[in-house]
């Protein structure tokens, strides 16, 4: 009884193993890309959260300019009069801007 054992032979395991080598080259350059989009959208989104609880945090504050430390961030407060019984309260930070008009 002479029987035929089904196998790979070792040139289609190299073969293989060369196509599955080339497309992960193609692949992870993107793919560290993706992760390096992820960081920053996290790092913005936080840096937007603390500016929230800055501009709540200021909201009963007197006309002025300040810097709050909020979540490792420096962010900036201008309080200005808007009309004589609203003010406007304008927190930034690099690219972004919260403006809020409240009754003194």
Do not use: W
Not at 34 to 50: E, P
Not at 67 to 87: M, P, R, T
Not at 91 to 104: G, I, R
């Amino acid at each position: 009884m002479n029987k035929k054992l089904k196998a790979f032979t070792l040139v289609e395991v190299i073969i293989g193993l060369f196509l599955i080598s080339v497309i992960a080259m193609y692949l992870l350059p993107s793919l560290y890309s993706v992760y390096n989009d992820s960081d920053k959208i996290k790092s913005d989104s936080r840096l937007i959260f603390a500016m929230q609880e800055v501009l709540e945090l200021y909201k009963e504050n007197d006309e002025g300019t300040y810097i709050e430390n909020c979540n490792g961030f420096d962010i900036n407060v201008e309080i200005s009069e808007y009309n004589y019984k609203l003010k406007h309260i304008k927190v930034y930070k690099n690219k972004y801007v919260l403006d809020l008009v409240v009754e003194k």
